[in-house]
């Protein structure tokens, strides 16, 4: 299958994007830092039976940066709603709800959208979504550390070490883009205004997370030690209503990590949701 790439227009700038496949719309986003290419390693499987959009957030893969280097986490979520807008003229959706599938910053992005727009979200995969974290000192200081550009250059490339706990290809590429950064000027500012936007109380989904009413299924590495399993994760998994969770032994990256086992919890999922009948999920 060929992807077709392009641009859309939006108040942030130019916005790139890739299209795969036929059916219902999927559409991938990535974490930061990082680009659409971390969904490399499953894009093929999910590709099969839907349309799969991936989309690159401003100032990384094939999205120039913005020219207000402080888009942060709100102004992302922001964003995703004109992109749907393009997407949804791009390929006639006719009004059909499109299923988010959001890493980290991504994931935080669709949760916001299904808070303002659920009427056009039929369901949700996330992966170690942000939104769930209780800020305390330990947190605050981790988060204005990497929100300091100067600070970001040495620290991006370790940490990115240190969250991509299982290692392949797809992976290591990953890793290797999220390195990358810091040897860009104006992608580090991006990625250090996103960290910022982390402080900023829109970034909180604690108290709006239960209102959220379509079907989520919640992956999470085990050993993901940014946003980690036993309190981000067990946090979003009691708040979110309709929501079942899936485990692996990974890091911050599962899709790219483990990327079969990814898989093996998504696609029934999907298959789920394209039958009505079979659309309740809970707590798992």
Known sequence: MTERTGLFMTSHGSVGYAAVGRGPV??????????ARDWDAVLGALAQRHTVIRVDWPGYGSSPC?????VGAPELARLLDEVLDRIAEMTDHGGQKF??????????????QALTRPERVAAMVLVAPGGFTRLTGLTRMFVRMMGSTPAARWLAG???AAYTVRRNPASRAALRRAQSVRS???RLAMHSAVWRSFLDPAHDLRGRAPAITVPVLLTWGRLDPVVPWWSDGRRAARLL?????????SGHLPHAEVPHQWLAAVVPFL???ARPANRAYRNG
């Open 26 to 35: 999927v559409v991938l986003l990535h974490g930061n830092p990082g680009d």
């Open 66 to 70: 913005p020219h207000d280097a402080g």
């Open 158 to 160: 370790p940490l990115a």
């Open 241 to 249: 209503p309709h929501a079942s969770v899936v485990q692996f032994w």
């Open 271 to 273: 298959d789920g949701i």
């Open 184 to 186: 860009h000027p104006s």
């Open 99 to 112: 299923v988010l599938v959001g890493h980290s910053v991504g994931g935080y992005a669709a949760l916001c």
